[in-house]
């Protein structure tokens, strides 16, 4: 079977999506058929949303206008145009030197809370709302328009959690408070993670009284609990609600793109959402909204009219997984990248599942005893059988941190402890 996702985890400027071949419209969603299928790329772009992207940044909304206008011709001439922008392309030669740069303040940390009772809609919504904001930033040129996200309000100084990709080649930042009047204020970067799509903003509220969200637990999230996503869908439609359902958890970067383990969500997600803020029932942010895969799959030989549509799955980054990244960036202005020094694999030895070391890469690990075959069964007291979870352990302990790891050598278990090293302070 061969694999035609057409999906891009957020790592870069989008590319503007193939139209499908004849532009012919397409009949109407047809029951899905069993068997195996292939994703088919062309016919994927009619509906991606790829990284949501901030921006609105427009190309895949603006290809999505362009079929649409190719499928049905007889729009009156004088129909207002789609809200849309042209297509924005990275400069080639921007870096991020070329953001406005704000400086971290080690004094702000944030940390998760326990859920509290869960509390209807309404209420979910209008405790949320003063502690989210649209995110804009602008390119060098004003010809190369505007991406738009959304940002959750992380501290009441003016700090604001967000999307890398939001700010990724853009020169100049501002906020829009959704609540408090409608007055922009600028933004300066305080750091990111671009391979977590993470991005820290500040901007001085000037008088204005911010509410941080409520940030919540999101380890205690289960699958087929109700979640809700609020945001700024297509850039315009300010303070958009959406719900569903927890689909699954921890999905890793066969699955999502990204090695965090990420939310994967049926609440529907649009551009413009990034940034945004999945929440629990208690009102209380538990994801950041970050990406979504739609499309179109086919089996082999089978008419593009006979394709199924694949829609409702969204992706968000849990908050307990990125606030270690956060507080970092906080404190630092810089990421950072908490690992053991070794190559590894999930596996299972003699009916014991966990993690098998391949190879010793680090100092500290070869020098407290860990050798290539054994096999992790916890780390710092934690089960540990995907990489996932070992991960996480290792972003919540902290690069120069002391891991404790179970090791299964030979049939016997051994306690070996060293500290992680910074992965990203190695390259």
């Not at 949320?128 to 010809?143: D, G, M, T, Y």
């Not at 080649?169 to 305080?190: D, K, M, N």
């Not at 000037?206 to 979640?227: F, M, N």
């Not at 090695?259 to 940034?275: C, E, F």
């Amino acid at each position: 079977m061969d694999n035609y996702l057409n999906y891009r985890w957020p790592k870069g400027p989008g590319v503007q999506p193939p139209p499908v071949p004849g532009a012919q419209p397409l009949p109407p969603a047809r029951r899905s058929k069993g068997g195996a299928r292939r994703w088919l790329a062309p016919a994927a772009a009619i509906l991606l949303c790829l990284a949501l992207l901030g921006g609105v940044s427009f190309w895949a909304v603006n290809g999505i206008a362009n079929l649409i206008a190719q499928a049905e011709p007889d729009v009156p001439d004088d129909a207002p145009p789609p809200r849309v922008s042209r297509e924005v392309l990275r400069d080639s030669e921007w870096s991020p030197d070329d953001l406005p740069w704000g400086k971290p303040d080690p004094s702000v940390t944030l940390s998760a809370q326990p859920a509290g009772p869960a509390v209807t809609g309404p209420e979910v919504y209008n405790a949320v709302l003063p502690s989210l904001v649209c995110v804009e930033a602008a390119h060098a040129s004003q010809f190369d328009g505007v991406s738009v996200g959304t940002g959750v309000v992380v501290s009441a100084e003016g700090y604001v959690l967000t999307n890398y990709h939001i700010i990724d080649g853009t020169v100049s930042v501002r906020v829009l408070p959704l609540e408090g009047g409608y007055r922009y204020f600028g933004a300066r970067v305080i750091g990111f993670d671009e391979e977590f799509d993470l991005a820290v903003l500040k901007f001085d509220p000037d008088g204005l009284e911010l509410t941080p969200a409520r940030l919540g637990d999101s380890d205690q999230l289960s699958v087929g609990e109700r979640v809700y996503a609020v945001g700024n869908p297509m850039g315009y439609l300010l303070g958009s609600m959406s719900t569903g359902i927890v689909s699954a958890l921890g999905r890793d970067e066969q699955e999502s793109g990204s090695a965090l383990g990420l939310i994967q969500t049926d609440t529907p997600l649009n551009p413009g959402s990034s940034g945004g803020a999945l929440l629990n029932e208690a009102g209380q942010v538990v994801g950041i909204t970050s990406a979504k895969i739609t499309g179109l799959s086919r089996e082999d030989g089978e008419a593009l009219e006979d394709a199924a549509v694949i829609e409702n799955i969204g992706l968000a980054i849990p908050i307990s997984d990125a606030i270690p990244f956060v507080n970092h960036i906080l404190a630092t202005g810089e990421s950072w990248r908490p690992a053991m020094g070794i190559t590894c694999s999930a596996a299972e030895v003699d009916g014991r599942r966990g993690i098998q070391v391949a190879k010793i890469t680090g100092d500290a690990p070869k020098e407290a005893g860990l050798r290539g075959g054994d096999l992790i069964v916890s780390a710092n007291g934690v089960p540990v059988t995907t990489l996932v979870e070992l991960r996480r352990v290792l972003y919540r302990t902290g690069v120069g941190e002391e891991l404790s790891c179970t090791v299964l050598r030979d049939g016997e278990e051994l306690e070996i402890s060293f500290a992680l090293m910074d992965s990203l302070k190695q390259e």
